[in-house]
């Protein structure tokens, strides 16, 4: 899979992006269009009742920042053969936007939910859809290998020149290497690598979180009304 580019791992992911989410963009345009969305329908209903719910429109609006990742054509062309360093900062921009969501879906689960931490919503939403502890591994993920951080035990700290590898081009999980589920900085010397997961999985992270949250919106009165409480007002 040497000359595989990475066009066809981009396409893949912004069909799985748009269809999950129900966004599309027309040719030409700078925005999504979320209209046919199931955030979208639940606006139209709270607009019945003479509101409007700005978490809805907002965090539609702010998933475009990722749209337009998925939309970049300039390294279509690229490969990890030398190309790595270019796309490794192209998967951080996107991590950086799925921290943000993800944190998002966190507080929003605990005002709705009236949970005691961010910890217990944490474990309330993975329930059914996600491994345990999958959300703070992603959080120390992004927060060790992608944010810039000069402290502690992280990529920034350690990084001499370290290669990074991608499951998307087929690359595995091996010994002396910095990967999801393996993130022991201590163990690390000159030849470790950075293995960075799929983009998909990024993304199927983000739309498990957005389902549910719509899922108990559809079907919990009180986490629905809990959520209008905060964030809707009188139209």
């Not at 919503?121 to 120390?140: A, C, F, G, M, Y």
């Not at 950075?194 to 919990?220: C, Q, R």
Request: glycine share 2%.
């Amino acid at each position: 899979m040497a000359n595989k580019k990475f066009r066809s791992v981009r396409l893949n992911a912004l069909k799985l992006w748009n269809r999950e989410l129900g966004r599309s963009r027309r040719f030409g345009a700078l925005s999504d269009d979320y209209s046919k969305s199931e955030w979208c329908q639940i606006q139209g209903t709270c607009s019945e009742n003479g509101k409007h719910c700005n978490f809805i429109c907002s965090y539609c609006d702010w998933l475009d920042n990722i749209s337009d990742q998925l939309r970049d054509e300039r390294f279509d062309n690229l490969s990890t053969n030398t190309d790595y360093l270019v796309l490794f900062r192209y998967y951080t921009r996107i991590l950086l936007i799925v921290s943000e969501i993800t944190q998002d879906f966190i507080m929003i689960n605990k005002i709705a939910k009236k949970l005691g931490s961010k910890e217990a919503s944490e474990k309330d939403l993975e329930e059914n859809i996600l491994p345990v502890k999958e959300l703070n591994r992603l959080s120390q993920f992004i927060n060790t290998v992608c944010k810039h951080k000069s402290e502690r035990n992280n990529l920034q700290v350690h990084n001499h020149h370290l290669v990074i590898e991608f499951e998307d081009f087929n690359e595995m999980i091996h010994e002396n290497q910095i990967n999801f589920n393996n993130q022991d900085w201590n163990e690390m010397n000159s030849a470790t690598t950075i293995l960075m997961p799929k983009l998909t999985f990024f993304i199927e992270i983000i739309i498990s979180l957005n389902n549910k949250i719509l899922s108990n919106i559809s079907n919990d009165t009180n986490f629905k009304n809990n959520l209008l409480d905060k964030y809707a007002i009188n139209c």
